[in-house]
């Protein structure tokens, strides 16, 4: 029997852009099942609290039958144990985002030595669009519709208000 191929795509997703829906979709493409774990990990102080997150990416992720979205805490290299994956998903931006990868895919690597890291490139539009970005668009009032889903692009506005 043929074995079922799992791939783990982590982030903290905070909040998910459609960048990483599009990485999403193509890792959904090449895998029989596609877990995106969302990294918990409070002392990043994350706009949105973990069961935000995951909200935001089942509902963005409803349409991919073979996407699981579960939470993870601890060591990447022991969520892709405990997901049974064979590869790690990371997407790359921009030559600047290789850096930080190639030294995280490499001490995975050496953590776990069966932890291969695959890198996905969004689409074009996307390669500027980061969290970090989205929430300081959102934090002085600019328009972020284009850049995340319809749920996330309000919900980040009226946190931004009641933080302000
Ligand atoms: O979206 P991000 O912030 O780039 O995601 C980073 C994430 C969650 C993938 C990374 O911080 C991570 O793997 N955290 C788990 C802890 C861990 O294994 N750290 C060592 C990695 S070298």
């Known amino acids: 029997m043929e074995k079922n191929r799992t791939a783990l795509y982590p982030g ?15 890792a959904a493409q090449l895998f029989d099942r596609l877990i995106v774990g969302v990294g918990q990990n409070d002392s990043k102080r994350p706009i949105f609290t973990n069961g935000e997150r995951l909200a935001h990416l089942t509902e963005a ?9 579960r939470a993870f805490s601890g060591l990447l290299t022991d969520a892709v144990k ?3 994956a064979e590869a790690v998903i990371r997407g790359l931006r921009a030559v600047s985002d290789f850096e930080w990868e190639f030294q ?20 074009v539009e996307y390669s500027f669009v980061s969290s970090t970005m989205i929430r ?18 309000k919900e980040l506005m009226s946190r931004m208000q009641e933080l302000a």
């Open 12 to 26: 903290s997703f905070d909040p998910v852009t459609n960048g990483h829906l599009d990485v999403i979709e193509r």
């Open 61 to 69: 992720c409803a349409e991919w039958e073979n996407v699981e979205v």
């Open 82 to 84: 405990e997901f049974d």
């Open 104 to 123: 995280m895919a490499l001490m995975n690597r050496q953590l776990s030595p069966t932890c291969e890291t695959l890198f996905l490139m969004p689409k």
């Open 136 to 153: 300081e668009i959102a934090r002085f009032g600019g328009d972020i519709s284009l850049f995340v889903p319809p749920r996330v692009a």
